[in-house]
């Protein structure tokens, strides 16, 4: 059961350069988000989608987008990557509805030096 | 506002010991849930529990528990018997009713040493 795939699992990126975090869920979830975990700061929310089409900001969504083109993929891009972009990043996906669990991603490491 | 409390930063222990995380939250709504996942050292988060705000009934799971209490909103993980397997960052979180995006306290690291 692949659940929800990211890749790549790790990237170091230059100072300006962009990319491309992939994700893509097959338990055909409506409900797909992008979270970034800092050391000790816990997970925060950057992007979210209730599906194919829709998407909207969470906390820290400066620096990033998103599209979500069909049910099963919700890429992240990062334009112009910064230092303080340097994290791990998380996509989470869960069927909607209050208090539904969201599963995530087994995370993807980006070093922006 | 919501608001996920984790004090405790990290804890260590003896395998075989009992050790509690505990977990405080902040909310204005009366309907949300509360969730608890383990971040292994193989970096995946990994889904253990969901509570409803209605349900205050204690759950046991194998050597888990977590304890449910409204009127001090916590809600703390005990694991009893504490094996090195058990080593990970853990993290309580929160969602509302009319939202599934969750609000996450800054994690307990979890070190249990043979």
């Known amino acids: 059961n692949a659940g929800v795939t990211q890749t790549p699992k790790f990237r170091i990126l230059k100072i300006g350069q962009s990319m491309t975090l992939q994700c893509t869920q097959d338990?055909?979830?409506?409900?797909m988000y992008w979270y970034r975990q800092d050391p000790g700061m816990g997970l925060k929310l950057i992007y979210y989608?209730?599906?194919?089409?829709?998407?909207d900001k969470g906390e820290v969504p400066n620096g990033y987008n998103v599209s979500r083109s069909t049910t099963e993929d919700f890429p992240l891009r990062l334009e112009l990557a910064a230092p303080s972009q340097t994290s791990v990043y998380f996509c989470?996906?869960?069927?909607?509805?209050?208090?539904?669990?969201?599963?995530f991603g087994e995370g993807s490491w980006l070093t922006v030096v | 506002a919501q608001k996920v409390t984790q004090a405790q930063t990290e804890i260590s222990v003896v395998e075989k010991e009992d050790v509690t995380l505990d977990c405080v939250y902040e909310t204005r709504d009366t309907t949300y849930y509360l969730f608890w996942y383990k971040q292994p050292p193989s970096g995946e988060l990994v889904f253990l529990i969901r509570?409803?705000?209605?349900?205050?009934q204690n759950e046991i799971s194998g050597r888990y528990s977590w304890n449910f209490q409204k009127s001090t909103s916590s809600f703390n993980f005990t694991i009893t018997a504490s094996q090195v397997v058990d080593s990970a960052v853990y993290f309580c979180a929160l969602s509302e009713a009319d939202t599934d995006k969750l609000i996450f306290g800054t994690g307990t690291r979890l070190q249990v040493f043979p």
């Open positions: 509570r409803n705000s209605f349900d205050e």
């Open positions: 989608s209730v599906g194919a089409g829709i998407t």
């Open positions: 989470a996906s869960g069927q909607g509805g209050s208090g539904n669990t969201i599963y």
């Open positions: 338990m055909n979830h409506n409900y």
